[in-house]
């Protein structure tokens, strides 16, 4: 599905998780959040190999009980692969 512009997407996704947080009765910036984080170890996912990192703490938690576990306000991860140059200038 496309939108017309960065605004139209914003307000459908504030309009989903709207209605996602009243249906699951949690607050909308608990959603917020973890689609933002969700979508940045979405990134990450693709541009690292699956075994270089582990997700950790509440994040960690989330991935696997999914609503059931406590927020968090951040995402913790332990890198496991070797510490490579950086590619960026």
């Known amino acids: ?15 989903r998780l709207r209605g996602e947080a009243r249906q699951m009765g949690v607050p909308v910036d608990r959603l917020r959040k973890e689609v933002a984080f969700q979508r940045f170890l979405a990134r990450l996912g693709q541009v690292t190999p699956r075994e270089a990192w582990a997700l950790k703490g509440g994040m960690g938690l989330i991935a696997r009980l999914g609503q ?9 991860t332990n890198w496991r692969a070797e510490r490579q140059a950086s590619t960026r200038p």
Request: charged share 35%; net charge negative; proline share 0%.
């Open 1 to 15: 599905m496309g939108y017309a512009d960065a605004f139209a997407l914003r307000q459908a996704l504030e309009e």
């Open 68 to 76: 059931h576990a406590r927020g968090t306000r951040d995402i913790d």
